[in-house]
């Protein structure tokens, strides 16, 4: 499949007569494919059970006669006001007990059955009317799971919801107090019904307690998204997908995954930036217009995964976004490399949000492709020649990855829940082994920890912070044959999130348990060798395993049994990059701002620097791409 | 009108045989108006309708008997404990949902039709007995409108009252869907009982919906206080004022002032430093004894505006207060200094806060100019000379000015619901501007944002941040005659709160429309010339307006034609004095602490520096200040 | 009593078969004393009236038959899952206004009545089994009062405890508003019912309003603490303690320990250096792995105090915690040295909490004297070389102390009440005279206020910031025949929270009033002499005492008559350093790790440093203690 662009747009915001002109724009601008619908259920369904078809009917004719491809949303992101009305009780309530109100949108709580019944009632009366319809490309299922801190909630409920999925999966109260250890502090309980939710405790609830509660929450989003495709899938054969959202990590996206036959996400290099990377600020000012060098690459990875190989970037920032705590311009060529750049990874689609900036409303000053007032705006410009780039692309890009990181969302649930220290998160530990293998210049997949999988084929796997693991999947881990770098703090915990005996890792092969872990507070930084430090976390280990690294005060950072490594700390950029090299035998790191992608027949040189940088004989320009044949 | 100096007493604190001395002493330090009774509803009306006048009688007599006037206050800024048996839903509601409690001050919701009504019928009563006692010179109404964040309330009162004033504004729910635009996220109505009040969204509500509702609320203050002044107007002759607090916003202190005859206000020079003033640690530390050069003088001439004229300090800073973070003491002279300088900005009255210092309660480390052993504190000396300095004064003295800035409380409130990036506040941008023209030599009147008034007469208008006019407050504007300066993000959006077609400014004569908008981080700071920088904001215009100012990589930040100009961008002071020097024609900015301020007849030439500063062949003594003649 | 080393169990955690084998250990290692049972409600009683005594008749068995002393606690800190149920409203509220849930500990109000029954009832069934029982050493009471801020509740409990209280201590509404000076702000009452608790005001409550309820709540813990003291006492002989914890200043500590026969606190001193010490980073990075110097001693001294002469450390810190924002492990012999330490201060047993880390629930990361898999953890052998030393000591080490330094619950209220400036904290002055009397090589008793106490015997007594005293108190204090330091903020307000008229302080034969507080922002710092300066608090004084110390500018900050003096300011390190030196003719400051604390018969040299120090022709080994007899 061609990879193809194509732009979110809303009908239902603009006058009629608009529509037609807007169509023919898209088209002249080299678009194929445009979003719709996904807000827009006080249109479709002004009161109860009255639907109004007409408009959205027109809205199809006019763009798919224009020669575009409908991506249609369901609404379920925006419930109307009268919602409420028939479920006073389905909003979320948030952890200090407040119910979130009507006014903006995701103001549901996943675990109410009767907003979940609605949402697919919705989906079958989508379905029913353009399941079959030719000119659906594509449906989208709700929008942006986990936005606006939207998978957490604390209503009654999620309440009767939890008490429900405890006694599913323990059977009986005494085995969860056995699971939990409530005998610890006598929070035992005799009765399904004594179980709370674990916000507004006096201090840390067990741990156990909410990280069952995480896990519960992101079987709600699961449950809810397939609520939603059961209804959905009988009535159509197009493909269905969702929009993920940067770094949301509150639902396990490969649960989603599974029932969806594409993953998409929405990518705003700036705005996350600004407001979802923590980085040092000569980092953020260097990149200030143009967007972290790997934040977009790491995401692209992972949803490749999410979608077992079928990906899209749904919505590309266009240009300023509004809701960042800064939110500069993009460099020139910037609009236009990221889609170069989605394609590198394999995206198949990539849709600029949105068309034509909206003149009211939440996001009245975040920048579309066109102006309010219907004249370009930068972003069409480089959106036209991204696809002109796009099309004097070979047909088939085949990704092509020698390296694979496991990402686990448990894992963040169960760091969120027992931090051990201030500024310990798993995804800033895994985007930093990331960010490392880049650096020396890796192609990675993204991968999720699977009991069943085959991690056969690659030449090394980094498997940072699994804080968990059951037996067969380090089995399939260690199995591999590849280099296997793991560590810090994986597998010392078991699944019901009790320290096991004997402690872990317990990796086959590797003589060595972790017996007591440190977090250091920032800045105190243990050197280990010229400017090389260690961060705030440092484990204690015994056994027999060779220490292929040392602290310059003789603690051992890195254990070592043939191919398979432990990390037992955690390390700064620059000994990551030591650390990377040596496994990968990478001859260099590359330039601060410049990575590369690999496919099978090509590789893309990607420059997210401002200014033109020399590599390999070539001359990259500054925010923009070469693309060589792979010799 | 002779200027005087005041005081605020409150008789009901002290034994009554206290009462005579102070009396005496107080008329022995040239003190002419007594503050009294605005706190006192529990000693008035004890029980419910059981008043208690001897006490109040009283000590009306023993205050006038020794040839002071009163300034008698309506005590609805602290109903008393069994206010809330008769309206146990009074209470304000913050944002969280809480309900505030008794136990202070102030803990009414402005919209609750009960207690409003309670409140004048207080004026009532006291209109009745007092209101043609030729010995009562004023009534306060109330006091400090919004102090302790109390404009904004979540009540039950407040979402009935919201209701009723959106369906007076928009006449049908579908109207007003279209100037929201709520089709947006599915946000429609279909009733009026749909609309609930902006808090507690998930994410950002519409924010057309907070921006209506800020409007709201200011009514509601407004709504208020008119109550009260027609209840007490047909009673009485004397003047009714209310005593505004320092950088209060989230109200238009304007439409509280079209009500009234007088405006004051309570200026805490060395508490609003600490509190309410975002500065550089450095000049934080130059005038912690002194306050801010700029923030009193801002402030007077801002209700000099509010009063149409005529206005007075209620409250002036008499010592160290109690309720910043750091409460240091003035520094010898500004206690007097803080005087003079408002009456050079034309004060009829500067009222000390308080006679004698509590020695309970919450304020009992807030100075008085007595002691609470009744012996006199430093400011008491300070309060005398400054008595004998006004008795020195001609007897007329009428602010003059050249230049006038335009303040309005609607942009405030625009700004802080569509702020678009962190830090970026209207009043600082204001108060920016403001401080430039005083460094430039300038006497400034501050004006209200109006559609019928004559802005002509001035030599310069400055009105940065108008976020959004109609067309007839532009064209008053732009009729003046005089120079002009708006921008930045003056006119960018309509009145619906919604970017108008064709885009702002839309000022007549100069082409120009802002197409889009930037937020930088703090730091970032474009270079312009030498040391003069931009700060966090810059806006990209199309159209044919020369361009008279240009960052260093060639970004216009100023248009111009004729004697309009646009600010495209928020200067740093540096470039601040550049743009006001240019266009004011002043040859040299005064030195940091030196202020000039001009009547008809007289220039001020004010001191906050603690050391001698030498100026135009002057040398004005620290904290003190020369008045010379005008040439 | 010899000084013995302890550790807490819990058998409730582990296979019965282990206790044997555990047992045996602890006594290998030289332990004597375990402590059990303070957690265990829901095993004792897993239905409510339903006992299980057979557990817990078995653990005492196994741990007595190895010759262990058995300190049972009584489990109200853990109320289980079905007292809610009998008692829906015994959970605290927090200030917001939520109650807190059930899934931790600690999840009551001390104001409940029934709750507060149930626990007594708990004491006496408990009491009825083993109260008479020999085995049983001591008896504990609940569990750390305070931690996790639970002594504030906002309760409807608390609400009419509170005006009980009320009502007895001022017999009429009409002297409660006297008292509190309530006619302020029309804040009057006139009835009980009209009182509410003084959270969620609009502002700040009337100080005397929170000081009373600050009052109150400490009482409802001494009240809580007595009803289980009276409930045990009549059954049993063994003598009854608490076990307090670091820096808890909510409640009085001398309040509850007036009815207990030991107190006992939990020293984590790493866990408190990241956690609950205001200090410069550099200071806190020198004793990461040690704690501070003198925050131990402190506590150590003070709970030496708090239980008359009788203490002991219940729970001490035997590697890495999981509770603070770092947690790091402790530097090899600190584990040892702190046990060491508390002897030196007059400690009768030192125990390790815990004696195997649990590998389950909230303090799974909290280390133990053993790993979770039953292998010895580094502390093991520390605690064993403990156990040796306190073997080879003398039988009998009474403290001995020169110097005195008043500790007052109430004065941390007050200041707390009415801080009058940012940063300005009771515990923070305490301790810096503390610190600064220990660099002088001051072994110090900490002593409460009391009216008739003979505070003679003592040649310096040190009573910094004692902001309410009654005349008694005063004379009790002045009578000593010491050099005595009072000031800053001492007896500056009367016990109704009034400024006395006259002002204070009132010294007997000072000639001194405070007419005038400031504070000052951070870094303002007023120069003194050579590196010597003030804080942000400085007094202004009136009266002919004689200045003994002056700051550059001439203002006195230490008065003097006699052997009584009076500090206006608040003196940075070095300052205070001069001062003691002054005070005490210590002719030298000891090394900033150094410290020295003195029996009638020996001296401890202790050094907190990682590397040896010299002093006084010995040399101290890193993380160790010299033990000289005295000559």
Tied chains: 1, 2, 3.
């Excluded at 296997?484 to 699944?495: A, E, H, K």
Aim: hydrophobic share 40%; charged share 20%; glycine share 8%.
């Amino acid at each position: 499949m061609m990879p193809s662009i194509g732009v979110c747009y809303y009908p239902e915001h603009w006058a009629e007569e608009t529509w037609p002109r807007d169509a023919r724009r898209m088209v002249d601008t080299g678009i194929t494919h445009v979003r719709i619908g996904e807000f827009a259920w006080s249109r479709i369904e002004p009161r109860p059970g009255v639907f109004d078809w007409d408009w959205l009917d027109r809205a199809i004719d006019v763009l798919a006669s224009a020669g575009l491809k409908i991506v249609l949303g369901t609404p379920s992101a925006t419930p109307p006001r009268w919602m409420l009305d028939r479920f006073p009780d389905m909003l979320a309530v948030d952890a200090a007990g407040a119910p979130r109100k009507f006014g903006s949108r995701r103001h549901y709580c996943h675990a109410h059955d009767g907003y979940r019944d609605a949402a697919a009632d919705m989906c079958r009366v989508l379905g029913e009317r353009y399941g079959r319809d030719a000119r659906i490309a594509a449906w989208q299922i709700d929008n942006e799971y986990g936005c606006h801190d939207t998978v957490l909630s604390y209503s009654d409920a999620a309440r009767h919801a939890f008490r429900d999925w405890l006694a599913r999966k323990y059977q009986s109260p005494e085995a969860l107090n056995r699971a939990w250890g409530n005998v610890f502090w006598s929070m035992e309980y005799a009765d399904w019904t004594d179980v709370d939710l674990p916000n507004l405790t006096v201090t840390q609830p067990n741990p156990a307690h909410e990280l069952d509660y995480r896990r519960f929450v992101s079987d709600m989003v699961a449950q809810w998204n397939a609520r939603q495709v059961a209804a959905l899938r009988p009535l159509t054969d197009a493909p269905l997908l969702h929009n993920y959202m940067g770094r949301v990590l509150e639902f396990d996206h490969f649960d989603v995954g599974a029932d969806l036959d594409i993953a998409s996400w929405d990518s705003y290099p700036i705005g996350f930036l600004s407001d979802r990377l923590e980085a040092a600020p000569a980092h953020k000012a260097r990149f200030m217009r143009q967007g972290d060098p790997d934040f977009q690459a790491f995401h692209h990875d992972l949803y490749r995964a999410v979608g077992k190989g079928r990906w899209w970037v749904m919505e590309q920032q266009p240009g300023p976004v509004n809701w960042a705590p800064s939110n500069p311009a993009p460099a020139p060529g910037m609009v236009r490399l990221w889609a170069i750049e989605a394609v590198a990874h394999g995206a198949e689609v990539v849709s600029y949000f949105r068309w034509r900036q909206a003149p009211f409303a939440q996001e009245q000053l975040h920048a579309g492709l066109m102006y309010p007032d219907d004249t370009p705006a930068p972003g069409l410009t480089e959106a036209k020649r991204a696809a002109d780039d796009l099309a004097a692309l070979p047909a088939q890009l085949t990704p092509s990855a020698r390296v694979a990181l496991i990402f686990d969302y448990q894992s963040d649930w169960a760091w969120k829940t027992l931090p051990q220290g201030a500024g310990f998160d798993y995804f800033d530990l895994a985007f930093s082994a990331y960010r490392a293998l880049r650096r020396a210049g890796m192609s990675i997949d993204i991968l999720p920890l699977e009991t069943a999988r085959d991690y056969g084929g690659y030449d090394l796997i980094v498997a940072p912070g699994l804080m968990t693991l059951n037996a067969a999947e380090m089995q399939a881990l260690t199995a591999s044959g590849a280099t296997l770098l793991m560590g810090p703090r994986s597998n010392l915990q078991t699944p019901d999130f009790q320290i096991p005996n004997p402690p872990g890792p317990a990796i086959p092969g590797l003589d060595l348990q972790i017996m007591q872990v440190e977090s250091y507070p920032q800045g105190y930084a243990p050197h280990v060798r010229d400017d090389r430090h260690i961060g705030i976390w440092q484990e204690h280990g015994r056994g027999t395993a060779e220490v292929a690294l040392r602290r310059r005060d003789g603690i051992p950072i890195l254990y070592r049994a043939g191919k398979i490594h432990y990390l037992a700390a955690w390390p700064d950029d620059a000994l990551w990059g030591d650390i990377v090299q040596d496994l990968t035998g990478a001859p260099s790191l590359l330039p601060p701002g410049l990575r590369i992608r690999d496919t099978e027949s090509h590789r893309f040189v990607i420059n997210y620097d401002l200014d033109p940088v020399d590599w390999d004989g070539h001359t990259v320009p500054g925010c923009d791409a070469l693309i060589l044949p792979r010799s």
